[in-house]
């Protein structure tokens, strides 16, 4: 096992790759298996395990078992574009800050790595940065308590917390600067990350900088490319925008104690759609784009995050019509679409 030093050192040089602004592929994709055989060797976590993909189910979405959460390190994009848009928060808020205060991170759902967090504490001080680490997996909650130890980052630790995101209250003394939260899927489906952040934002208000700042559902239109040899295969078209989280959200939140439970939902959207033609090869889909912070942004299909979902709605022969969007907070939450009688 190498040094402590050694290891922060890795991880310092792993950020430097992500905050980059013209990183290529290949240095990017050895950056993140360097980063993959260093959590290994720190935890020598068993992605077979059956327990280590076991998810933890709650009224308000799923929170994925830790080898899941792992393999959240293979998505390159999301890996590097969210690293580099904390990398970037961390920075602005130094430059800004008025006193000797270390900016406060709020990390929620962390898996069993916390490792969109890990470069940037490698690349600051004690003194600049500490975090807060919020996981509701049991498993995942101690294999991050243990990496932090390995490290040597205890000293950065404000506070660990093995609680539910979407419900908990923290005290009203205490201060954030930055919360981070990567807890979804594409089209916001399945996971916390909706309750997450309007449980936090109601709690912290409208000052606090989220990360990711925004998440962009549209409704468009997926269709096979117009050229033979086009790289990627699909073309796909937005329509409409029809669901954004960010801190104007809370305006569309049905229950205004903002009491998240099964039962939460936002207000329904209707829209026109007119001289569309859907048919077996031209589908309805919903897509994803994720402002990360300011101009990093991670765009349609680029990340694991943003692949197009096909929408099982029958629209074929339908040239003018109307949808309605309503997304809802669930066991399973999803973007619900119906066509307006």
């Not at 690349?123 to 308590?145: A, G, M, Q, R, W």
């Not at 594409?186 to 990360?211: K, M, S, W």
């Not at 925004?214 to 086009?230: E, K, R």
């Not at 300011?294 to 990340?303: G, R, Y």
Request: hydrophobic share 35%; proline share 4%; aromatic share 10%.
């Amino acid at each position: 096992m190498k040094s402590k030093n050694d290891l922060n050192h890795t991880l310092f040089e792993i950020g430097q790759v992500f905050i980059k602004k013209e990183g290529d592929y290949e240095n990017l994709k050895f950056a993140v298996d360097r980063y993959k055989q260093l959590m290994y060797d720190l935890l020598g976590l068993d992605l077979e395990d059956e327990r280590n993909r076991e998810n933890l189910s709650t009224e308000t979405g799923v929170a994925i078992g830790p080898t899941w959460a792992a393999m959240c390190l293979d998505d390159i994009t999301r890996t590097q574009k969210f690293v580099k848009g904390i990398f970037e928060a961390v920075e602005e808020l130094l430059s800004k800050r008025k006193d000797s205060r270390p900016i406060h991170i709020l990390y929620a759902g962390t898996g069993p790595y916390a490792t969109l967090i890990l470069p940037v504490l490698a690349s600051y001080s004690e003194k600049e940065v500490k975090v807060t680490l919020v996981e509701i997996n049991p498993d995942s909650f101690d294999h991050v308590i243990h990496v932090f130890k390995k490290l040597g980052f205890e000293g950065y630790l404000r506070d660990t917390l093995q609680v539910d995101a979407t419900k908990y209250q923290f005290s009203k003394e205490i201060e954030i600067d930055i919360v981070i939260s990567e807890t979804m899927q594409r089209a916001l489906d399945t996971e916390c990350q909706v309750p997450i952040y309007l449980n936090l934002q109601h709690q912290f208000g409208d000052d606090i900088l989220f990360i990711p700042q925004q998440v962009v559902l549209s409704f468009g239109q997926s269709q096979p490319s117009s050229s033979f040899d086009s790289t990627p295969l699909f073309e796909y078209e937005s329509l409409s925008s029809v669901f954004t989280l960010n801190n104007n959200t809370k305006r569309d939140f049905l229950n205004e104690e903002y009491s998240i439970d099964k039962e939460s939902q936002f207000k329904k959207v209707s829209k026109n759609f007119s001289s569309q033609k859907f048919s077996d090869v031209v589908l309805p889909v919903i897509l994803t784009e994720i402002q990360v912070f300011k101009n990093n942004w991670i765009k349609t299909n680029e990340s694991g995050l943003t692949i197009p979902k096909i929408v099982s709605l029958d629209l074929k022969g339908l040239s003018d019509f109307t949808l309605e969007f309503h997304y809802e907070i669930s066991d399973n939450p999803h973007l619900n679409i119906s066509i307006s009688q």
